[in-house]
């Protein structure tokens, strides 16, 4: 037997078989690398659609919020709060909070800014609502700074809106709208008298 004979065999089988053993570890680290793309698609769009929901109900929620401090503004006007106006307004406050505490784990900070900011007024005004409604306004606090206050939280919620659209790619980051201009017209704050208003 010649032993050149048996390592060119040798050679042979294990060329032929370290080939096909570098050829499968090729497609595998290709199908990983496919299936990776795949999860990663998947986790993207499943994000998206998580972001999408919260902002679609944080929205939502803050616009309820701020209809809801504007009809319990006009109760305090017209009587004292039963406990129905009471429960209403704690409701859409328990909503927003839930949404907005929900949006700090997962919307990025270009959203959370001006959110942060809707939260801040609609605290701030609810504040005051709710200090009228015990009797006990602050130094300076009447129904009608409580509604022009109420009024303003609509520009507010609309860049928080803007800003979610620009994080979902639905109108580019760089877009801006012009500011509505408070109304000219009729509003909620002329529907509330300049002081002298009195607790009863």
Known sequence: MDIGAVLIAV???AGTLGGALLTQRGADRAKRRELETAQALQEARENRELRRRCYAELHRDARQFATSISRHLYVLRDREAGPDDVR????????????WSE???IAPDPVVAPAHEVNAALTAVYGRVKRWEQGRPGEGETLRSAAEAQRDLWTLI?????AMRADLGVTGATTARPRRAPERGRSVVDDFPEPDDALG
């Open 103 to 105: 949006a700090l784990m």
């Open 88 to 99: 209403v307004l704690e409701e859409t406050k328990d909503a927003f909070r839930d949404r």
């Open 11 to 13: 050679t042979g089988v």
């Open 158 to 162: 609309e860049t928080m809106r803007d």
